[in-house]
C-alpha cells in the first residue's frame, strides 16, 4: 500500500476514501489511532494517511489531486432571492430573510 494524502482531518480523510472508492479505487485510512503516540514518535509515524495499492496508486494522486485543487479554487458567487429580492452571500443555499432553497448554489 502507498500513502496519497496525510493529514490529522480524519473527517477529510474519510471523504478521500469515499471518493476513491466511487472512482474504483480500493483505500483506507491508516494510523488512525497512532496520534497517541505523537511526541513519542516521528510525526510520519503517527499522521493518518490514506493509501491504495500500488497499481492505483498514480491514479488515485490525480484524483486527490483534483479534490484538493477544486476545494480551493471554488469560488463562491452571491445570488438574489427570487422571492424577496434579498442578497444572499455565496456560501449560503438558502436566503436568510424569507428561507428560500436555493437548488443552484454552493
Given at each position: 500500500?502507498?500513502?496519497?494524502?496525510?493529514?490529522?482531518?480524519?473527517?477529510?480523510?474519510?471523504?478521500?476514501?469515499?471518493?476513491?472508492?466511487?472512482?474504483?479505487?480500493?483505500?483506507?485510512?491508516?494510523n488512525?489511532?497512532?496520534?497517541?503516540?505523537?511526541?513519542?514518535?516521528?510525526?510520519?509515524?503517527?499522521?493518518?494517511e490514506?493509501?491504495v495499492?500500488?497499481?492505483?496508486h498514480?491514479?488515485?494522486?490525480?484524483?486527490?489531486?483534483?479534490?484538493?485543487?477544486?476545494?480551493?479554487?471554488?469560488?463562491?458567487?452571491?445570488?438574489?432571492?427570487?422571492?424577496?429580492?434579498?442578497?444572499?452571500?455565496?456560501?449560503?443555499?438558502?436566503?436568510?430573510?424569507?428561507?428560500y432553497?436555493?437548488?443552484?448554489?454552493?
Open positions: 500500500m502507498k500513502t496519497v494524502y496525510a493529514s490529522f482531518d480524519t473527517i477529510f480523510l474519510g471523504y478521500l476514501v469515499g471518493l476513491l472508492q466511487s472512482e474504483g479505487i480500493e483505500a483506507e485510512i491508516r488512525i489511532y497512532a496520534a497517541g503516540g505523537f511526541g513519542e514518535l516521528p510525526p510520519t509515524d503517527v499522521t493518518p490514506v493509501c495499492a500500488e497499481s492505483q498514480a491514479r488515485a494522486q490525480q484524483i486527490v489531486d483534483m479534490a484538493l485543487k477544486s476545494d480551493s479554487d471554488v469560488e463562491l458567487v452571491a445570488w438574489l432571492c427570487p422571492q424577496c429580492r434579498q442578497e444572499v452571500e455565496g456560501q449560503f443555499s438558502q436566503c436568510w430573510q424569507c428561507g432553497v436555493n437548488e443552484g448554489a454552493v
